[in-house]
């Protein structure tokens, strides 16, 4: 009861729940466009599935302080250089992103399915899809967790301001995805992003430092010149009706 009484405690805590949102967009979107590949009736049980694992992961790192705390140790020097167990996830993370993204823009312009029926998917395709969401929330959160851990004291603090982030990822996850579904140049867009994402991690573990604040606002500008040229289209149709 003695943290709810201390003004710190709920600064802290609304700094951190604001950051966990701010720093979990590229996470929605991500979750959006691989659950939006399951069938309509499942997408929604993967979003909320694919977060709570999130929710988990992110708790259970904020509970191994020691493993990250050790993550910035140096495990092996290439060329001068030292890279320890954070570059790696990193590194690794930004190719899996990477690679992930370029295969969905390649289906996305070759229009190729598994299967002739758009919505048939096997039954595998569910966990696979939680196994990716479980792995690229590991590398989109180690960042944010350890300055949650700069930020905050209290362990307690960190741990609702994650599950709070989280339950407003899940309550926006939806519009989201039938947004990004609805419009293919927006997925297309968001596809983009991640790519720039997935570079901007392979980049930040070779040592050097890509603030997410261009990406985001290269992303805010691309989508705010779509949503003006969806405006421009829609009036055309209804002028030619």
């Not at 729940?17 to 691989?34: K, P, Q």
């Not at 295969?103 to 395709?125: C, M, Q, R, W, Y």
């Not at 696979?128 to 590398?139: E, N, S, T």
């Amino acid at each position: 009861m003695e943290l709810l009484l201390q003004p710190e405690v709920w600064i802290a805590f609304a700094t951190l729940t604001l950051l966990e949102i701010v720093l979990g967009i590229d996470n929605i979107i991500f979750v959006a466009i691989l659950v939006n590949k399951l069938p309509v009736e499942r997408r929604k049980v993967a979003r909320i599935a694919g977060l709570g694992l999130a929710m988990g992961l992110r708790v259970g790192l904020l509970l191994a302080l020691t493993w990250l705390m050790a993550i910035n140790e140096p495990l092996f020097f290439v060329l001068g250089e030292d890279f320890n167990l954070r570059d790696l996830v990193l590194i690794f993370g930004g190719l899996f992103l990477l690679t992930k993204s370029t295969l969905e823009i390649h289906e996305e312009l070759e229009g190729t399915k598994t299967d002739a029926n758009p919505k048939f998917k096997p039954v595998k395709s569910f966990f696979w899809i939680m196994v990716q969401i479980a792995v690229i929330d590991l590398v989109f959160s180690l960042d944010s967790i350890i300055t949650a851990i700069a930020l905050a004291n209290d362990i307690e603090v960190m741990v609702a301001a994650v599950i709070i982030a989280v339950l407003v990822m899940m309550a926006a996850s939806g519009p989201i995805s039938h947004f990004i579904d609805r419009h293919p140049t927006v997925r297309m867009l968001a596809l983009s992003f991640l790519l720039l994402i997935g570079m901007m991690l392979m980049v930040e573990g070779f040592g050097i430092h890509v603030p997410k604040g261009y990406i985001y606002f290269a992303m805010a500008f691309s989508m705010l010149v779509e949503a003006l040229n969806s405006r421009i289209h829609a009036r055309n149709n209804r002028q030619k009706e």
